[in-house]
């Protein structure tokens, strides 16, 4: 008999890329194939949250953009909100991430994160996620 497709894997990796020191938010990135591991199609959940909840200022204008390489495609749903304060539950933003060269040529991600602390100034960074393993 045929063997079975594979079934949708919960959490294939998980990341939590770093950001530079002080800075207020935490990220972690969840992978998943919502086709299975053969696909092309990858699913990322971005969680933001507070990096100290206690200490942290409220954060406002909390954005993620992202960037994947040529032969990738991205689909960025909403994010859950834009504003972090303590105690409040974290942003989330789903990724859709097709690779077009799946199998051939690793996915690659790099992320713009923003936000304003207590009303300041804009500050903006850019994280390259490294380590994807192979197949995503």
């Known amino acids: 008999p045929a063997p079975a497709p594979a ?3 919960a959490a294939l990796h998980t990341a939590t ?4 020191p002080g800075a207020p938010l935490s ?5 998943t194939k919502p086709a299975g591991a053969a696909s ?3 699913s990322v ?3 933001l949250a507070l990096a100290d909840s206690t200490a942290t200022p409220s954060l406002t204008g909390v954005s993620l953009q992202a960037a994947v390489p040529k032969y990738a495609r991205l689909a960025l ?3 859950s909100g834009q504003d972090l304060a303590p105690g409040a539950p974290p942003i989330t ?4 991430i097709t690779n077009t060269a799946h199998g051939a040529k ?5 992320l713009r994160l923003g936000w304003r602390a207590g009303g300041g100034e804009e500050v903006v960074e850019m994280v390259q996620v490294d380590g994807l393993p192979e197949g995503l």
């Open 106 to 110: 690793p996915l690659a991600l790099r």
């Open 17 to 20: 890329p770093a950001l530079p």
């Open 40 to 42: 092309p199609e990858t």
């Open 7 to 9: 079934p949708p894997l």
């Open 77 to 79: 749903a909403p994010a």
């Open 45 to 47: 959940l971005a969680t």
């Open 93 to 96: 933003q789903t990724l859709s």
């Open 27 to 31: 990220l972690t990135l969840a992978f």
